[in-house]
């Protein structure tokens, strides 16, 4: 009799315990409860910039999908604008690029998001031009911000020269949901080219845009001063 209710207090404690880790990490991570929107830029019949058989829509869902991964391990809840080889538009769309970019600014808009992170690669016809870099729109105040917290980690961590600029691009200028158009690298560099097709860079690029939108977040009071 004693036995058994000595196991069920022991039941009890380690049942305690568990929980208590479970909320304890559930309420460390940065991220927890922000909904993201990656967006693979290009895609389908669209292939971006390109070098030879390197295409940028493939090196631009190879970082997207990593950025998923850092971005949910820090708590965020992801969508992703494609998962796949495709473009967005329609059959009935006469214009088929305006068309794909309708698709993916309806998308943030529909998902509610707290933010979104466009992936592109860069190109030149100067090619000892390097470093990734960070666009934003001035449609709010929030995207200057966010573009300046990544932009830091990029030249701090990926040694790169390059600035935050201003996008007038269709999309950029048409949402106001807070986000940012990350040029990752050129492809007209050769030193870079070789990087931007390496799993580890590619991991360590979505590491710094991770960072940098939980930078952006603490500056913003969205998120505790926990990391
Ligand atoms: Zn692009």
Redesign the pocket.
């Known amino acids: 009799m004693l036995k058994t209710k000595y196991k069920s207090l022991l039941i009890i404690i380690i049942c305690t315990i568990i929980c208590s880790i479970q909320i304890i990490s559930a309420q460390q991570l940065p991220l927890q409860g922000t909904i993201i929107m990656v967006d693979a ?2 895609g389908g019949r669209d292939s ?2 390109y070098y030879g058989e390197i295409l ?2 493939n090196l ?1 869902l190879e970082i997207s999908k990593k950025l998923e991964e850092e971005l949910i391990q820090q708590g965020a809840i992801v969508y992703m604008t494609r998962k796949r080889d495709i473009d967005l538009s329609s059959i009935y769309d006469s214009e088929k690029k305006r068309g794909d970019l309708y698709r993916r600014l309806l998308l943030i808009k529909e998902k509610n998001c707290d933010l979104y992170i466009s992936i ?3 190109w030149y016809d100067d090619s000892n031009l390097k470093g990734a870099e960070v666009l934003y729109n001035p449609i709010n105040k929030d995207n200057k911000v966010l573009a300046t917290s990544i932009m830091k980690r990029f030249r701090k961590n990926l040694s790169s020269n390059r600035n935050i600029k201003t996008t007038d691009l269709y999309m950029y200028r048409n949402i106001t949901t807070p986000g940012v158009l990350i ?1 990752c690298g050129y492809l007209s560099n050769s030193t870079e080219r070789k990087l931007l097709q390496e799993k580890d860079y590619q991991q360590f690029l979505a590491k710094n845009i991770t960072k940098g939108i939980i930078d952006y977040l603490k500056k913003e009071k969205r998120i505790k001063n926990i990391i």
């Open positions: 830029g290009h971006g910039t940028e829509k631009n592109h690669i860069n040029e």
